[in-house]
């Protein structure tokens, strides 16, 4: 592995100016999507940092994101501007970071934008100076509002003549600025009030969650823009709850059953391909941002199979089931495992439909079939307010508006034939669209996250379906990303050499795997992927757990010395509340962590109950440490009797084998398994008909 120059020291031959792009080799879609700019981008490691000390520049660093690719288009602006270019490459040491990679920048992008009065935008670009303190940042905007050059370059002549009159000042000035940052952070994390009670206050979050719907208007407060996948996780687990109230239940069960009937015949499901789109227009599920990435598209899957074990809704199913074919089909490499995605060109306008374009594509059997199928109007179907200055007028965004059996009684013929001539609909209209779509850059790369996401979704196929060829699949996917994605007890955020801050594994990936290796033991019941995931939890112990916080970045690959911490569902759920899930399933299964990090994972925010839709995975974590159920088995369970235990749900209900230092009731006699309510009571489970698994479908 290379070895990287500490700053202030130069090692080797390091030029004071960057000579070119650097990122060409490095793994991931956003350095390869900037591989071939004429802008001389360079990684984030303390070489780079080197270079601007060398050069007496400042760092002009661009923290982007996959899931958010409009970064691609933003800056093949910048680098199609010869004269930016130049300026560009003649006044700063460029730096391109991948936010998701190196995540403890994203969260960071996210306090900077905090600090201007802003939410969180990406592209952010930050100047730096060379000991990597910001002295200035700025948003980058879209095509569609405003220009990224001319605002870049109205910044620069702000930024360089402050430079040129005193850079030793910037430098002073930017240390006071860190560390007046670095107190408000560490203040605030000290200051984070939790519950006494995380049970109780978990119950009051979601009744305050479940208030935010409208039955009336159909919206969710709070809800954001992105695809609700934590309030659809958290409804759904707590509608099967013991231990809760009735009420609570029934009333889980009825906003679930609702945010279905809004979300499954909405457009964010492509009826083209049957991908699911992460995040939408406005306040309406009617008009998606047109971007998919695998890691939420397979948190999708599992959300939709819990929901529909919690309501019986077979469209639930339906849909995840053509969302998982879908990602098999677009984000699996030959290997196996899974790739983040790849960036699609083209606006709006491409994904959207104008009548007259199906009419000339579809037959006159197939066109009203289509039609009334996909929810088109001849008028088109955007709403008004989705599209105020109407620049996409008369089009349509498609979508499963109604069944085939719907549509066969709405134009009173035969479903077989209407299912015919939808699939034939489907095919002609994606094949149009494909041929209009243009593929800028491919990902080919495995990510450690949607790897571990989609063997998540495996085991949850199984426990759903009963199909032995998804559990199959999701141990057999595991055991290859150990093996591509480990390096001794560590893990990294892509296989190869490489400096530490570019390739460790951030915290969040660590939450990711144990989840993996703790839902693939639930359905295999081996006993190896728990050592693993005992194993990794004991990685995350030593490597990421401080004495305030739960640390996101490994202190070896730390440029930034700022206590960066992910508590907020930003970009996905939050490493705290992935790592708070994991930690009630393993203290469940007899691998306690350390005191330190456990006493962080069990605390309940009292901001939870405010914000319950950005927190929600907390909610999910306090509701399964108070009242999650354990099974007990022995080596001579009936098989039967484990394969109900194994398609028991992966979250609020634990399966372990048993111990020889179980007390006598936890002992189970031959032939039967041992239930241990949330309350300590111990029953005896004689049968597979004791223990609630889904029907099959």
Request: aromatic share 6%; glycine share 6%; charged share 25%.
């Amino acid at each position: 592995m290379e070895e990287e120059a500490p700053y202030g020291e130069v090692k080797g031959d390091i030029l004071a100016i960057p000579a070119g792009n650097a990122l060409g080799g490095l793994p991931g879609p956003v350095y390869g999507s900037q591989a071939d700019s004429p802008i001389h981008w360079q990684p984030w490691t303390k070489a780079s940092l080197q270079k601007a000390h060398d050069s007496q520049r400042l760092a002009l660093a661009v923290i982007a994101m996959q899931q958010q690719p409009s970064y691609v288009d933003i800056l093949r602006g910048l680098s199609s501007d010869a004269a930016m270019v130049e300026l560009i490459n003649s006044s700063y040491v460029p730096i391109l970071i991948d936010g998701d990679a190196i995540r403890e920048l994203g969260i960071l992008g996210g306090e900077l934008c905090a600090e201007i009065g802003n939410d969180l935008q990406l592209p952010l670009m930050v100047w730096m100076t060379a000991e990597g303190n910001p002295v200035a940042w700025m948003p980058l905007p879209s095509k569609d509002s405003g220009s990224a050059s001319e605002l870049f370059s109205q910044s620069h002549t702000m930024v360089a003549r402050m430079w040129a009159d005193d850079p030793d000042y910037i430098r002073a000035n930017s240390r006071l600025d860190r560390a007046n940052r670095q107190e408000r952070m560490l203040a605030r994390l000290k200051d984070n009030e939790t519950s006494e009670e995380p049970a109780a206050d978990a119950q009051h979050a979601l009744r305050q969650l479940t208030s935010l719907y409208d039955p009336l208007s159909r919206t969710f407060d709070q809800a954001g823009g992105l695809f609700p996948v934590g309030v659809l996780d958290v409804l759904a687990m707590s509608s099967r709850m013991e231990g809760l109230p009735d009420d609570l239940r029934d009333r889980s069960l009825k906003v679930l059953d609702s945010l279905l009937d809004d979300i499954l015949v909405s457009p964010m499901f492509d009826p083209l391909d049957g991908g699911v789109f992460s995040s939408r227009r406005g306040s309406s599920w009617s008009f998606p941002l047109y971007h998919r990435d695998c890691s939420s598209q397979a948190r999708v899957i599992v959300s939709l199979l819990n929901a529909y074990e919690a309501t019986g809704d077979k469209r639930s199913l339906e849909r995840a089931m053509g969302v998982l074919e879908f990602v098999k089909e677009n984000h699996m490499t030959e290997a196996g495992l899974f790739t983040l995605g790849s960036n699609v060109a083209g606006d709006v306008s491409k994904w959207l439909w104008l009548y007259e374009n199906v009419r000339d594509i579809l037959s006159p059997e197939e066109l009203p079939v289509w039609m009334a199928a996909s929810g088109m109007k001849e008028g088109g179907n955007l709403p008004p307010e989705l599209d105020p200055r109407r620049e996409y007028f008369r089009g349509n965004s498609i979508a499963f508006a109604k069944s085939p059996d719907e549509v066969a009684n709405l134009l009173h013929t035969d479903p077989a034939r209407v299912n015919e001539l939808l699939g034939s609909a489907q095919a002609k209209l994606l094949e149009a669209r494909n041929g209009r779509m243009k593929v800028s850059s491919s990902d080919k790369e495995p990510n450690p996250v949607a790897t571990f996401r989609m063997i998540s979704a495996y085991a949850t196929a199984y426990r759903i379906t009963g199909q032995i060829s998804y559990r199959d699949l999701a141990s057999e996917t595991l055991m290859k990303a150990k093996e591509h994605f480990k390096e001794g007890p560590r893990l990294r955020a892509y296989a190869g050499d490489g400096p530490e801050s570019l390739l460790a594994a951030r915290a969040f990936v660590y939450g990711a795997a144990i989840q993996a290796a703790l839902d693939v033991e639930a359905v295999t019941l081996r006993g190896d992927w728990l050592l693993w995931a005992g194993d990794l939890s004991s990685t995350v112990s030593e490597e990421f757990s401080s004495e305030a916080y739960v640390k996101e970045c490994p202190l070896a690959a730390d440029l930034t010395g700022l206590p960066i911490t992910d508590q907020d569902m930003l970009f996905d759920e939050s490493t705290l509340g992935l790592l708070a899930m994991s930690e009630s399933r393993l203290d469940a299964l007899g691998i306690p962590l350390v005191p330190a990090l456990r006493k962080k994972l069990t605390s309940f925010p009292i901001r939870a109950v405010q914000s319950p839709v950005l927190h929600s995975d907390l909610i999910q974590a306090a509701l399964m440490q108070g009242f999650s159920v354990t099974y007990v088995f022995g080596k001579d369970t009936p098989e039967s009797l484990k394969e109900a235990l194994a398609r028991s749900p992966l979250k609020g209900v634990n399966r372990r084998l048993v111990r020889p230092s179980d007390p006598p009731h936890l002992i189970p006699k031959p032939g039967e398994a041992v239930r241990l309510a949330p309350d300590g009571a111990a029953s005896p489970v004689r049968s597979a008909s004791d223990v609630h698994v889904p029907p099959l479908p």
